[in-house]
């Protein structure tokens, strides 16, 4: 299927650059971004460090371009959900992404709040959504704002409840995984369908 869809160098192109982000993926379960090089990354994959920035400008957009794959991830699950169920569907798959690989999550958060939010200047090109998803889909801008909004939108709350929900939403997806190394701590997906019911029940 995909040998129809695009070109070997499409392919090849979009192969490549997942490959560079899953080994950064993989790297990040036991390093910090700071920790890990170029060279190390090139090294692995049996590439050059000026092959890798055929890709990528720095280790930075490595993770902005996580961010945007996550995205389209959520907005694929969200299809054809009511937004409510969407909304719970999107945080219980992210708690399952960060309890993998908290340190990744991590990173993202401190990137955040070193450089603010990202720039909207990497996009997810075609071939790299159907190598990743196995089909084609639309591309949509990513991040927190882009993927909850519209659903908060569809809810039809009041402006100034739903301004109060996503403010909220915000604060529990990114504040609440960093209390995981705490005792006691328990379960995110718990944690993270606790404050949304809070918030919801509250809303009502």
């Given at each position: 299927m995909l040998?129809?869809?695009?070109?070997?160098?499409?392919?090849?192109?979009?192969?490549?650059?997942?490959?560079?982000?899953?080994?950064?993926?993989?790297?990040?379960k036991t390093k910090s971004l700071a920790d890990i090089s170029v060279k190390e990354i090139a090294n692995e994959l049996e590439i050059s460090e000026m092959t890798f920035f055929n890709y990528f400008g720095s280790k930075k957009e490595v993770l902005i371009y996580y961010i945007e794959l996550w995205s389209l991830q959520m907005q694929l699950l969200a299809e054809g959900k009511e937004p409510l169920?969407?909304?719970?569907?999107?945080?219980?798959?992210?708690?399952?992404?960060?309890?993998?690989?908290?340190?990744?999550?991590?990173?993202?958060?401190?990137s955040m709040a070193l450089y603010g939010m990202h720039e909207k200047s990497i996009v997810v090109g075609r071939a790299?959504?159907?190598?990743?998803?196995?089909?084609?889909?639309?591309?949509?801008?990513?991040?927190?704002?882009?993927?909850?909004?519209?659903?908060?939108?569809?809810?039809?709350?009041?402006?100034?409840?739903?301004?109060?929900a996503y403010t909220t939403l915000f604060n529990t997806f990114f504040a609440t995984p960093l209390l995981m190394k705490c005792p006691e701590f328990g379960s995110l997906k718990a944690h993270y369908k606790e404050q949304i019911d809070a918030l919801f029940q509250g809303l009502r």
């Open positions: 040998q129809i869809q695009l070109s070997l160098r499409e392919k090849k192109y979009a192969t490549q650059k997942l490959k560079i982000l899953d080994v950064f993926d993989e790297k990040l169920e969407a909304i719970y569907l999107i945080f219980d798959e992210t708690a399952e992404i960060i309890e993998k690989n908290p340190n990744l999550f991590m990173e993202i958060v401190a790299e959504r159907i190598v990743r998803f196995g089909e084609e889909i639309a591309y949509k801008e990513g991040g927190f704002y882009d993927v909850v909004m519209p659903l908060l939108l569809a809810l039809n709350l009041p402006e100034k409840e739903r301004n109060f």
